[in-house]
């Protein structure tokens, strides 16, 4: 399938406790004020934006992507009923372009209510039917038990860890990797239906 980039503003995938729609960049000054907590972003690769301008920038850009085909999608976490970003689901493509890894941030007072799981599972039918993957991997510092159960609640299958495997604040990080592959999703595809979606397409 090939998404109608033109009206892709019109996205959205709805689950049991939120909603996926491409960022925006009028989530920056909320998305700003939740990665300034070093909880979160001692979790993520990246160490948080600098500025609110960066981080207006950075969204700026990955809106744009959607609409000229780069192998980045970045979606905005809404809880249902209740408008406003709190958190980020991103996918990017590997080497080769079925191959995805998905990367994904929630802001603290979000935590533990089943959010990043529904996240997750909404953006998983995204890439395996959208964009045609043939696996979806991640990775999760050691010892980030909670990003860890979201990925095995989805099917994420361990499959070893990446020693020193990234520099953060003055330390290497191991990292615990995760797969899904194409076949299990098949296997299991009405776990990961939305509620309701809306992908324009052009087929």
């Known amino acids: 399938m090939i998404i109608d980039r033109k009206n892709f503003s019109e996205a959205y995938l709805v689950g049991e406790k939120v909603r ?38 950075s969204f700026r850009h990955r809106r744009e992507w959607w609409s000229n085909g780069e192998p980045t999608y970045t ?29 994904y941030w929630l802001g603290v007072p979000y935590w533990g209510q089943g959010f990043g799981t529904d996240a997750v599972r909404l953006a998983t039918k995204f890439a395996f039917h959208y964009l045609e993957a043939i696996r979806v991997s991640a990775t999760v510092f050691i ?30 990080l191991d990292e615990w990797l995760y797969i899904l592959a194409r076949g299990k999703w098949q296997s299991c595809q009405h776990y990961y239906e939305p509620q309701s979606e809306c992908i324009r397409e052009l087929l």
């Open 20 to 57: 996926l729609r491409p960022i925006r960049t009028r989530d920056a000054p909320i998305a700003y004020g939740l990665l300034q907590n070093e909880c979160v972003t001692q979790t993520i690769l990246w160490d948080g934006p600098s500025s609110l301008d960066e981080l207006t920038y």
């Open 75 to 103: 979606f905005a976490i809404e809880a249902m009923f209740d408008e406003g970003i709190i958190g980020s689901v991103e996918f990017r493509r590997e080497v080769n372009t079925q191959q995805l890894k998905i990367g």
């Open 143 to 172: 010892g980030n038990e909670a990003s860890r159960r979201v990925l095995e609640k989805n099917g994420f299958e361990f499959c070893g860890i990446s020693k020193s495997q990234v520099f953060k604040r003055g330390h290497w």
